[in-house]
């Protein structure tokens, strides 16, 4: 789930901001992509058809024709094994939205953090306007998301996402989605953590995910200058999670500025393989950031926000 902010992602120098018109570059992704479109049925047809088939590109196409008589015919779809994009706006917007942000973060995200490649389809929902996201949120899922700009639901391996937010908001959700197929059992607080991380990101030079500094970290600094304190301690933050009757904002500030911090120590993805062998999560995290104390790993983290070393 992804709640309210400014989302961009990085590529390298190339900004990739879904307001703006995107230039031409050459294209990653496979090298055939379906289009679920007027005159391409025989391609996926082939995909059905064909004797030695790939059983997750044969569960996309099936995906694909599902999810086609529950859009509106304004509405195309794009089959892209493991995923499954469908949007109310040009098949060629699809292609670009694959190609230049769905693609390229996923790969890094798995030479980065995960090992495991999704074995069914991810079904991804793109919307145009904040309207058709509540209007379509409210007659699939019964949900009112006031406040945030996408969802992952876990059980159906389906998001859905405002586009007119930005792109951060897409690599949050497909971070839900991709962690998910590596690891079933991590803790939400750094689920979210990681895939608010990737709200603003880049890919660097050996094509790993970096996440920068946004305004999370400004709140979460502001609060902490002001009182002295982190909003809830890391023992309680990763032991226990994120409190709903907390103040959601901060907490997600906290879970992302605490990825980003270990990202800065190189200590990211081994945290994230401790995870994945439920170890114990706070006991891990002082272990992986030299503290002695909880004290201690209070007051690295906060001196390290306070002095302006995450911005």
């Given at each position: ?98 190609e230049e942000v769905i693609l390229p973060a996923a790969e890094a995200m798995w030479l980065t953090y995960f090992h495991q490649r999704p074995d069914q389809p991810i079904v991804i929902v793109l919307t145009s306007s904040e309207k ?52 079933q059992n991590l803790p939400e607080w750094f689920d979210e953590g990681l895939a608010s991380l990737h709200e603003h990101c880049e890919i660097d030079e050996t094509g790993r995910l970096i996440g920068l500094s946004n305004w999370r ?95």
């Amino acid at each position: 789930m992804l709640w309210a902010g400014p989302p961009v992602l990085l590529y390298g120098s190339y900004v990739v901001s879904m307001g703006s018109h995107m230039p031409a570059r050459e294209a990653v992704g496979p090298s055939h992509i379906y289009l679920l479109s007027e005159g391409q049925q025989a391609d996926l047809k082939a995909i059905l058809n064909d004797p030695t088939p790939d059983p997750l590109s044969v569960a996309c196409v099936h995906k694909a024709y599902e999810y086609r008589e529950k859009v509106t015919s304004n509405f195309r779809t794009l089959v892209a094994s493991p995923f499954v994009i469908t949007g109310d706006v040009p098949i060629e917007r699809l292609r670009s939205l694959h190609e230049e942000v769905i693609l390229p973060a996923a790969e890094a995200m798995w030479l980065t953090y995960f090992h495991q490649r999704p074995d069914q389809p991810i079904v991804i929902v793109l919307t145009s306007s904040e309207k058709t996201f509540q209007d379509l949120a409210w007659a699939w899922d019964k949900r009112r998301p006031r406040g945030y700009y996408g969802y992952y639901l876990r059980d159906q391996h389906r998001m859905v996402v405002n586009l007119s937010t930005g792109a951060g908001t897409l690599t949050h959700e497909l971070t839900h989605a991709l962690s998910q197929a590596d690891c079933q059992n991590l803790p939400e607080w750094f689920d979210e953590g990681l895939a608010s991380l990737h709200e603003h990101c880049e890919i660097d030079e050996t094509g790993r995910l970096i996440g920068l500094s946004n305004w999370r970290t400004r709140l979460l600094k502001d609060i902490v200058t002001r009182t002295g304190k982190l909003p809830i301690s890391f023992e309680d933050l990763t032991r226990t999670g994120i409190p709903r009757d907390a103040d959601q904002q901060l907490q997600y500030a906290l879970s992302r500025t605490l990825c980003l911090w270990l990202q800065q120590q190189d200590t990211l993805n081994a945290y994230y393989k401790s995870l994945k062998q439920n170890q114990d999560p706070f006991a891990t995290l002082l272990k992986a950031t030299h503290s002695r104390t909880p004290a201690d790993l209070e007051k690295a983290f906060t001196n390290s926000l306070i002095t302006g070393q995450l911005d």
